[in-house]
């Protein structure tokens, strides 16, 4: 028998961070292993199994490979972790509930006596359920497309008072994606969403504007994993692993995006920014150049502003989806509302504010000639509607950018 064999195990796994979170645990081998349904028997069926989590779409359909499966998973009707004993014998876990139970405390959301609307019906969806009713709810919904409760007749659970996406929806590279609208449910009071990339879907986003306690499912994954190694080799792992290693995977995984008006100084703020932290720098005006194949005042002279916004709409909505960048934006970004949610999916956003009469207008075409206190006037509420934190840029560049990745630091790592 070759080295024992550790994973995650699933059809489509483009979108996973179960490696990092593994390897942080301490499994150093833990890869990915992206099978079509007809590898999975096989697969299942080799001797060096040490352990193996499972995820879309084989948490129900790798049961009958099982020879023992835990009676809290088997009441679950799904299993997500598996591992081959000494005995020889393939056994399997829900480390899933304990991670949806962690997610669900850390976002402070009780299910005591509320109704839940759970969105999606399968191996996730059978987790929350479960949970749902260990924690209390008084009723639980599920809905799906075909079931007899679905998105077409919502309104017979308008009065959903936590809802819980359990599907796919608006995961990477399907970001912006959003399985309901929030505002069927009016007495909603709790949202939450496995998806954890990117870090706030189009759900959370909703639920943020409309001040609904909220969480990804990213405490829901490191905490599962936290119990999966448990299992895996059959010792207990300190609690606080599981808040150390979010707390390292928020960090590496968030934006740093700037805003502010043109000439503020966020292409030399996040070069000094990239010298720091390491981290590339990707400018959004560049990649609307290198697209239309001419400088952003040419793309003026010829298509006009419209033209422009266009493309930056696309261009952000791209980058937007990246992990662990510095997003450099152009000083107009905030005209248009639908830049905020593809800005804040994956970011923290920083408004870099300067004089008036320190502002460059080389090769910016709409402030060349323009009144800057006007533009001002007209940008400053919309840079405050969009902004995590404002930072002065009156000092050299490293101090402003030594003051983005203090706060950076201290915020992101929730």
């Known amino acids: 028998m070759g080295e024992k064999l550790y994973g995650l195990l699933g059809r489509k796994l483009g979108h996973s961070w179960s490696v990092p979170i ?4 301490g499994c150093e081998n833990y890869r990915l292993f992206q099978l079509e349904p007809g590898d999975v028997p096989a697969f299942l069926g080799q001797g060096d199994l040490g352990g193996i989590n499972v995820t879309i779409p084989y948490k129900r359909e790798v049961m009958p490979y099982c020879d023992v499966i835990d009676d809290a998973a088997r009441a679950i009707g799904c299993v997500n972790t598996l591992s081959r004993r000494a005995d020889g014998k393939l056994y399997a876990w829900n480390t899933d509930a304990v991670g949806f139970c962690t997610m ?13 609307a759970i969105l999606g019906s399968g191996g996730a969806s059978l987790t929350a359920q479960a949970m749902a009713r260990a924690l209390g709810a ?28 359990t599907t796919p929806v608006g995961t990477y590279p399907g970001n912006g994606a959003s399985a309901v609208d929030l505002t069927a449910f009016p007495r909603c009071r709790g949202v939450l969403d496995v998806v954890y990339n990117p870090r706030r879907t189009a759900l959370l986003l909703q639920a943020e504007s409309l001040g609904i306690p909220c969480s990804d499912g990213l405490p829901m994954l490191v905490s599962q994993a936290k119990a999966a190694e448990e299992h895996f080799f059959e010792k207990a792992i300190p609690e606080s692993e599981t808040e150390r290693i979010l707390s390292l995977l928020r960090r590496d995984t968030a934006n740093i995006v700037l ?38 005042p040419e793309l003026f002279a010829q298509g006009g502003e419209r033209a422009f916004r266009a493309l930056e709409r696309e261009e952000t909505a791209e980058a937007g989806k990246l992990s662990g960048k510095i997003l ?20 923290r956003i920083y408004q870099l504010v300067r004089n008036l009469s320190a502002l460059s207008t080389d090769g910016r075409p709409l402030s060349q000639g323009a009144d800057l206190s006007a533009m001002w006037e007209q940008r400053a509420p919309l840079y405050a509607r969009f902004r995590d934190a404002a930072i002065n840029n009156s000092g050299t560049v490293e101090q402003a950018a030594a003051a983005i990745w203090r706060d950076f630091v201290v915020h992101c790592g929730d």
Do not use: W
């Open 104 to 116: 669900a405390r850390r976002a402070g959301i009780s299910f005591a006596g509320r109704k839940v």
């Open 259 to 296: 805003i502010g008006m043109p000439g503020c100084g966020k292409s030399t703020v996040g070069a000094a920014l990239s010298a720091l932290t390491g981290r590339e720098a990707v400018d959004i005006d560049a990649r609307i150049a290198q697209r239309a194949g001419c400088s952003i």
């Open 328 to 347: 450099l934006t152009g000083g107009g970004v905030v005209k248009d509302p639908q830049n905020y949610g593809a800005l804040r999916q994956n970011g």
């Open 138 to 165: 008084r009723a639980v919904a599920v809905i799906s497309r075909t079931g007899p409760d679905n998105y077409e007749n919502l309104s017979r659970h308008a009065d959903a008072e936590i809802v819980v996406n």
């Open 22 to 25: 593994h390897t942080a645990l």
